[in-house]
């Protein structure tokens, strides 16, 4: 099974910053991942798919990059709806799993 | 508007069996591959099962292998999970996802879920 190491897990940052949230994947798959947004008590939502596609109506300050094992979300001018969690996925072969998550959180 | 909305959560003992349910609206049902994703209270996702449109090819998790099945009725635009021999640790939010058209993979679309407790 591929498993999916996303770094960090907690990440401090305030409005206007840019973050970048990293993934890695224990074998290559090529740029089949994509990256959720969840925010509390809500259901997941798609933002990036193909590792850099962004998803029909999705901001366009969020950008994914990357292929092979490792692929990174990056998030320019944090607005206050974007302080949640984030989880990559791959979508290469099953089982389909996610990365433990990142809290985004505000400083 | 693509809409998928859970159903048939609840309480059940340890070594029980519950049913779930997905009604889909808003798309073509019957084009899309489905999923069933969970999530136990404070903890990150998990993906659960799979199923092609027209019900050929069908995955599991290891944790969930041999006690849940997966299934779709098509003409009525719906997605299943038989659930059986529950344990404590199936206890979570369990969302069905539309897997997107085309040879990009992605769940581009999820309910809301259904909170199913297991507990004695």
């Known amino acids: 099974d591929i498993q999916l190491t996303q770094s960090p897990s907690v990440l401090s940052a305030s409005v206007g910053d840019r973050v970048t949230i990293t993934c890695r994947a224990s074998?290559?798959?090529?740029?089949?991942l994509a990256w959720y947004q969840q925010r509390p008590g809500k259901a997941p939502k798609l933002l990036i798919y193909?590792?850099?596609t962004l998803q029909s109506g999705v901001p366009s300050r969020f950008g994914g990059s990357g292929s092979g094992t490792e692929f990174t979300l990056t998030v320019n001018s944090l607005q206050p709806e974007d302080f949640a969690t984030y989880y990559c996925?791959?979508?290469?072969?099953?089982?389909?799993?996610f990365g433990q998550g990142t809290r985004l959180e505000i400083k | 508007e693509v809409q998928l909305v859970e159903s048939g959560g609840g309480l059940v003992k340890p070594g029980g069996s519950l049913r779930l349910s997905c009604a889909g609206s808003?798309?073509?049902?019957?084009?899309?591959?489905m999923n069933w994703v969970r999530q136990a209270p404070g903890k990150g996702l998990e993906w659960v099962a799979s199923?092609?449109?027209?019900?050929?090819?069908?995955n599991y998790a290891d944790s969930v292998k041999g006690r849940f099945t997966i299934s779709r009725d098509n003409d009525k635009k719906s997605l299943f999970l038989q659930m059986n021999s529950l344990r404590a640790d199936d206890m979570a939010v369990y969302y069905c996802?539309?897997?997107?058209?085309?040879?990009?993979?992605?769940?581009?679309?999820w309910g809301q879920g259904t909170l199913v407790a297991v507990s004695s």
């Open positions: 996802a539309r897997e997107g058209s085309g040879y990009l993979r992605r769940l581009d679309y």
């Open positions: 808003g798309f073509s049902f019957s084009s899309f591959s």
């Open positions: 199923i092609s449109a027209a019900s050929v090819y069908i």
């Open positions: 074998q290559g798959i090529s740029t089949s």
């Open positions: 193909a590792a850099s």
């Open positions: 996925q791959h979508l290469n072969d099953y089982p389909l799993t």
